[in-house]
């Protein structure tokens, strides 16, 4: 489908879900591109809205136009003493963003809020982020 860059701009969230053991939460986000991950830094006593203000940065170099395209942000609960919580997360499709950047060099979804669901699809807050697709440069 294309190759270049996806950039990720993490801002923050609002109205997650959870409770933590001593009623603190302290979120930070996995954000994963196919088999890719990058992990955020854990927003320490942040609670139910936190802020990240991070870059990510994807390498795209898929030929596959049947490959999902789809970015996944995963929130999770930061613990000591046990295994980390699952917060929630949020799905972006971006195939439409890359192929745009393939054909005018780049593209962008300017920053939005998309809807945090927990495994069973309930609505738990939501979190900000602008994505923006460069696509490499050819040379001939």
């Given amino acids: ?11 923050d969230a609002k109205g997650l879900a959870g ?18 991950e990058r992990k955020s830094s854990t927003a320490r006593d942040q609670g139910r809205n936190p802020s ?3 870059v990510f940065k994807f390498q795209i170099n898929s ?3 049947n490959v999902q395209h789809k970015l996944l942000l995963r929130i999770l609960d ?12 949020a799905s972006i499709n971006v195939a439409d963003l890359i192929s745009i950047g393939m054909e005018k ?3 962008e979804l300017n920053l939005a809020r998309y809807s945090v669901v927990t495994a069973d699809n309930s609505y738990c807050g939501e979190i900000k982020v602008g994505i923006t697709f460069t696509a490499a ?3 001939s």
Avoid: C, I
Avoid at 1 to 11: F, H, I, N, Y
Avoid at 78 to 89: I, P, Q, V
């Fill in 1 to 11: 489908m294309g190759r270049g860059v996806l950039e990720v701009l993490l801002v």
């Fill in 19 to 36: 409770n933590d053991f001593l009623g603190r939460l302290d979120p930070y986000v996995v954000v994963q591109y196919r088999s890719h």
């Fill in 52 to 54: 990240w203000n991070e």
């Fill in 63 to 65: 030929t596959a136009a």
């Fill in 78 to 89: 930061h613990d000591n003493l046990s295994s980390d919580d699952f917060l929630g997360e």
């Fill in 105 to 107: 060099g780049t593209s």
């Fill in 137 to 139: 440069k050819v040379h």
